[in-house]
């Protein structure tokens, strides 16, 4: 069983930045897939942006350019760097992970942004 403890979640006013953590309870280097999920109120989760295949990465569309996804392999973390921060931002932001063959969830941070 692996277990992802996010942390970081906040609020801030639009235009702000937070840093979020996932910390993993076991090698972030041997997870071929890792990454963030949000779920805002009302809506489906959707991916925010994950590592595959070793260091490639997808950041969805509605946050390129603003957030950056990140690892710290020898600590077991995964970052989420979140800058110009929106009220559309505005929701519980998830650690996922795929091994093998098994999906695993952390258990959420609310990131809320105020206009």
């Known amino acids: 069983q692996v277990r992802l403890v996010e942390s970081g979640g906040g609020l801030v006013q639009a235009g702000e930045s937070l840093r979020l953590g996932c910390v993993a309870s076991t090698d972030t280097a041997n997870i071929d897939i890792i990454g963030w999920y949000r779920q805002a109120p009302g809506k489906q989760r959707e991916l925010v942006a994950k590592f595959f295949g070793g260091n490639r990465t997808i950041i969805a569309d509605s946050v390129k350019g603003r957030f950056t996804i990140s690892r710290d392999n020898p600590i077991n973390t995964l970052w989420l760097q979140m800058n110009n921060l929106k009220r559309e931002d505005t929701a519980v932001y998830y650690c996922?992970?795929?091994?093998?063959?098994?999906?695993?969830w952390g258990q959420g941070t609310q990131v809320t942004v105020s206009s």
């Open positions: 996922y992970a795929f091994i093998q063959a098994s999906n695993y």
